[in-house]
Structure formats: C-alpha cells, structure tokens
T-cell receptor, first 113, second 110 residues
Framework: DAGVIQSPRHEVTEMGQEVTLRCKPI?????LFWYRQTMMRGLELLIY????????DSGMPEDRFSAKMPNASFSTLKIQPSEPRDSAVYFC???????????FGPGTRLTVL | GIQVEQSPPDLILQEGANSTLRCNFS?????LQWFHQNPWGQLINLFY???GTKQNGRLSATTVATERYSLLYISSSQTTDSGVYFC????????????FGTGTRLQVFP
C-alpha cells in the first residue's frame, strides 16, 4: 500500500489567501484524522472522520478552518482566510478502526506570510 | 483527561550506545503507540503495544499497563536514530483520539 498521501508537501501563501490541503487515506481505513504540529503546542488533533462523517471537530481552532471528506479516499482541510499564526505542519492520519493504530502521512508544511 | 509524559526531554548519545526512553500515562490505557519523527519531519510508526514486549531489529518496547508506563529501548544507536520520539495513548473520554506526549529529542553523533 502507498500509505497516507498528502499534498502539497509545502505551501507558502500570503495572509488572507485561501489554503486547501489534501489527503488520501490508506485504502480500507475507516478513520481519518487531521493534526497540526507547532513548536509551541506540539501535535494537536483538529478533526476526525469515521466513514466520511465528521465525528469530533472540537480541535478546529476557528471558523476559518473547515474540513470535508466527500468519499472514502479523499479529504480536504481548508483555511480561509489564512493568517500567519496558521503556519505549521499539518498531518493527516488514518486508522482501520476506532482506537486502532494510526498511520501518518508525510505532512504539509504551511507558511503564511 | 489522560496525561502523557515522556522522559528525558533530550538525549545525546554517541553512536553504538544504548538508551531507554520512558512514557508515563496517568490512567490505564488499552493501547499505546510509539512514533519516531525523523529530521525531515516524517512520523514513522514504531510500535503499537497495548501491553507486553515487542521487538523490531535494534528497537524494542515494553508496556506495563497496570503500572502506567511504557519503555522504548534503542540498542547500538546509529545516527539515523536521531529525531524526536513520541508516545501516544488514547483519550479516556474517547478512545478514537490519541493524546501525544511532548517527545524525547534524541541526537546520535558519530
């Protein structure tokens, strides 16, 4: 299996622009997670899906953040408008079942100028 | 919620040395994961170890769930072992969610 795939790997944008991050989970995994990693706050869970349905979005920092999973093989995390404090590495992970081992993608390093 | 603490926060080794990293958690858990974040930022699964001992090459891990800790052993360390090691345990209120420790930063010098 190819593992979790994320794109783009790097994104540099200007404040106020819309940013869309993409994720393809491992085939057959029912759970998909979006995390953000910063030096100050470490790894934080933003939102996760089970069978394409958002289960818990309590980690989404603001209304500027939104996530969708239109089908079992694709999810997006959107930031609109972006701000410099959104600069971080965003990881997507997937898991076969709830509470099971999670596998992470390579991450997207976002820089907002 | 559950607290996950790792020690030591930093570790510097010479190539060939052995080391033990510790992960303490505040409540009983039914699974525990160890990850290695390499210098390029990738998070690599090392072990999924709810209890007992597992080995993978030079690395092994032991979880004693009743005593609320897990240990990661690295033997004959290599420069490629450098990076940050995280343990993660499921949240008490929702076992779908992982709570990560703050990590142990390991530097291995030749």
């Amino acid at each position: 299996d190819a593992g979790v795939i994320q794109s783009p790997r790097h994104e540099v944008t200007e404040m106020g622009q819309e940013v869309t991050l993409r994720c393809k989970p491992i085939s057959g995994h029912d759970y998909l997670f979006w995390y953000r990693q910063t030096m100050m706050r470490g790894l934080e869970l933003l939102i996760y899906f089970n069978n394409n349905v958002p289960i818990d979005d309590s980690g989404m920092p603001e209304d500027r953040f939104s996530a969708k999973m239109p089908n079992a093989s694709f999810s997006t995390l959107k930031i609109q408008p972006s701000e410099p404090r959104d600069s971080a590495v965003y990881f997507c992970a997937s898991s076969p079942r709830g509470g099971d081992e999670q596998f992470f993608g390579p991450g997207t390093r976002l820089t907002v100028l | 919620g559950i607290q996950v603490e790792q020690s030591p926060p930093d570790l510097i080794l010479q190539e060939g040395a052995n080391s033990t990293l510790r992960c303490n958690f505040s409540d009983s858990v039914n699974n525990l994961q160890w990850f290695h974040q390499n210098p390029w930022g990738q998070l690599i699964n090392l072990f999924y170890i709810p209890s007992g001992t597992k080995q993978n090459g030079r690395l092994s891990a032991t979880t004693v769930a009743t005593e609320r800790y897990s240990l990661l052993y690295i033997s004959s360390s290599q420069t490629t072992d450098s990076g940050v090691y995280f343990c993660a345990a499921p949240a008490l209120y929702n076992t779908d969610k992982l709570i990560f420790g703050t990590g142990t930063r390991l530097q291995v010098f030749p």
